[in-house]
């Protein structure tokens, strides 16, 4: 088996879909050994012979730990079959979990590549709140501003945008309005936050809103 040399080593993750439960794993792991370094070589969307060629003559041309997530057993056979031949470890992830699943429940799984990236009802969601605060920016659009859980009032440079964005990935499964300069009746639904200075962390749900057209919250 090849050995490393000085203090990092190379690390092959090749998955066929965009690599995320490989990457997360080998990183825990390889955190575990503070005197070396992995140096990462990540082949995402591997599914075809000619895709895992490449990502073989780089393997070759660099040897280290092998980790995969391939649900296509040809592809994964293959990649097995020239780790053995250039005499350097090669893992499935999945594998193991799959096994003690399947034997678990009794049934096969269904192969489904990247299963956990569904899109449902939420993210789609998460994306109508994303255009809508995209639509409503800097003070556009407020004729409709009663589907708006929060509203952020403030002059610029007192980082609307910034904590838009922040609700908006934090899990707030709702629209939040960001403009300058704001009429009344621009703050007449909702939760209303103005912003006077730089922004401490925010996040009001609507139910403490009074109703949403009283009380206004300020971040000083």
Same mark, same amino acid.
């Not at 799959?98 to 969601?125: D, M, P, W």
């Not at 925010?202 to 403490?208: D, G, M, S």
């Given at each position: 088996?090849?050995? @490393?040399? $000085?203090? *990092? *080593?190379?690390?092959?993750? +090749?998955?066929?879909?965009?690599?995320?439960?490989?990457?997360?794993?080998?990183?825990?792991?390889? #955190?575990?050994?503070?005197?070396?370094?992995?140096?990462?070589?990540?082949?995402?969307?591997?599914?075809?012979?000619?895709?895992?060629?490449?990502?073989?003559?780089?393997?070759?041309? =660099?040897?280290?730990? +092998?980790?995969?997530?391939?649900?296509?057993? #040809?592809? =994964?056979?293959?990649?097995?079959?020239?780790? @053995?031949? *250039?005499?350097?470890?090669?893992? &499935?992830? %999945?594998?193991?979990? !799959?096994? !003690?699943?399947? /034997?678990?429940?009794?049934?096969?799984?269904?192969?489904?590549?990247?299963?956990?990236?569904? %899109?449902? #009802?939420?993210?789609?969601?998460?994306?109508?709140?994303?255009?809508?605060?995209?639509?409503?920016?800097? $003070?556009?659009?407020?004729?409709?501003?009663?589907?708006?859980?929060?509203?952020?009032?403030?002059?610029? @440079?007192? &980082?609307?945008?910034?904590? =838009?964005? &922040?609700?908006?990935?934090?899990?707030?499964?709702?629209?939040?309005?960001? *403009?300058?300069?704001?009429?009344?009746?621009?703050? /007449? /639904?909702?939760?209303?936050? $103005?912003? /006077?200075?730089?922004?401490?962390?925010?996040? %009001?749900?609507?139910?403490?809103?009074?109703? $949403?057209?009283?009380?206004? &919250?300020? #971040?000083?």
């Amino acid at each position: 088996m090849p050995q @490393r040399s $000085g203090g *990092f *080593f190379h690390l092959h993750l +090749v998955s066929d879909a965009t690599g995320e439960t490989l990457i997360t794993v080998a990183r825990a792991a390889a #955190a575990q050994y503070a005197s070396v370094a992995p140096i990462e070589h990540i082949y995402p969307l591997v599914r075809t012979e000619k895709q895992l060629d490449r990502v073989i003559s780089e393997i070759e041309a =660099a040897p280290g730990i +092998v980790l995969y997530t391939m649900l296509d057993s #040809a592809l =994964a056979e293959r990649l097995q079959a020239k780790c @053995r031949e *250039f005499s350097i470890p090669c893992m &499935s992830i %999945l594998d193991p979990v !799959l096994g !003690l699943f399947q /034997s678990y429940l009794g049934a096969e799984s269904t192969k489904r590549v990247g299963a956990q990236h569904t %899109l449902n #009802a939420e993210y789609f969601k998460r994306i109508d709140a994303l255009n809508y605060t995209m639509l409503h920016d800097d $003070g556009q659009h407020t004729d409709d501003l009663e589907h708006a859980d929060v509203v952020l009032t403030g002059v610029s @440079r007192t &980082s609307m945008r910034p904590l =838009a964005a &922040s609700l908006l990935l934090g899990a707030v499964s709702a629209c939040v309005t960001v *403009f300058n300069n704001p009429s009344p009746a621009a703050a /007449s /639904s909702g939760t209303a936050i $103005g912003l /006077s200075n730089i922004t401490h962390q925010i996040c %009001l749900p609507k139910a403490q809103s009074n109703g $949403g057209n009283e009380g206004a &919250s300020r #971040a000083d």
